[in-house]
């Protein structure tokens, strides 16, 4: 039996949908001692009122390389952003490849062996797709550090209910996918923001050791 008590985590991009709930479920599991989730902004209050909660204000652009809290039993990154959003591909990279890199090499440098990521699905350096092909490459960046346990979780389209910023060509796949969902094949139907977070909770705190790729048909049956 894997031992899960006393747990350290380290939360990226705990401000998103899916990093929200790995808070909310990870800062209620009785396995879990202490989450810090560095975040350019404080987190509300919804999570802060827990006490084994740490919520440092970082400029990721400027990671404090010597902050304590970088030593963790396990790491989970759900940061990403939009092209929209970003404003430009060289931007967009820089947040879902360089920012994701640097907080994962800090990270292993200072002790932590476990790294668990939310990439999407289809997700390949070698992708048409630019979004899919960065997301492919950071995966291939992650496997080429020395982590005792990695695991990559590649969602579909996400369903967990309004965003703080404007995603309309995700909405309307989630629309699709809510309506047509027979038709669609499971590996791209839309998955609850509240499964893929457990998926990766259960893969941080079991750390299973070597590389493992949850497929987005696979998140529901981690739980």
């Given at each position: 039996m894997v031992e899960t008590k006393g747990k350290t985590l380290l939360v990226f991009?705990?401000?998103?949908?899916?990093?929200?709930?790995?808070?909310?479920?990870?800062?209620?599991?009785?396995?879990?001692?202490?989450?810090?989730?560095?975040?350019?902004?404080?987190l509300p209050v919804s999570v802060t009122h827990y006490a084994h909660l740490e919520n440092p204000q970082i400029d990721f652009s400027e990671l404090p390389d010597d902050a304590p809290w970088w030593q963790a039993d396990a790491a989970l990154c759900a940061l990403g952003t939009t092209l929209k959003q970003a404003g430009s591909k060289a931007a967009f990279r820089l947040v879902d490849r360089d920012y994701v890199c640097a907080a994962a090499r800090l990270s292993l440098r200072a002790g932590t062996r476990t790294f668990v990521l939310n990439s999407a699905v289809g997700a390949s350096p070698r992708s048409g797709s630019f979004y899919l092909r960065v997301k492919g490459e950071v995966e291939h960046d992650l496997a080429a550090m020395d982590f005792r346990s990695l695991t990559l979780v590649r969602p579909s389209i996400l369903d967990g209910g309004p965003r703080p910023d404007d995603r309309p060509?995700?909405?309307?796949?989630l629309l699709i996918s809510r309506t047509f969902k027979p038709l669609i094949p499971k590996r791209l139907r839309a998955v609850k923001t509240s499964d893929v977070a457990a998926a990766m909770l259960q893969a941080a705190l079991t750390a299973p050791v070597g590389q493992q790729v949850i497929e987005s048909n696979a998140i529901t049956r981690q739980r």
């Open positions: 991009g705990g401000s998103g949908l899916v990093g929200m709930d790995i808070l909310r479920q990870a800062l209620a599991n009785p396995a879990v001692t202490k989450v810090v989730a560095p975040t350019r902004r404080p060509g995700e909405v309307m796949g």
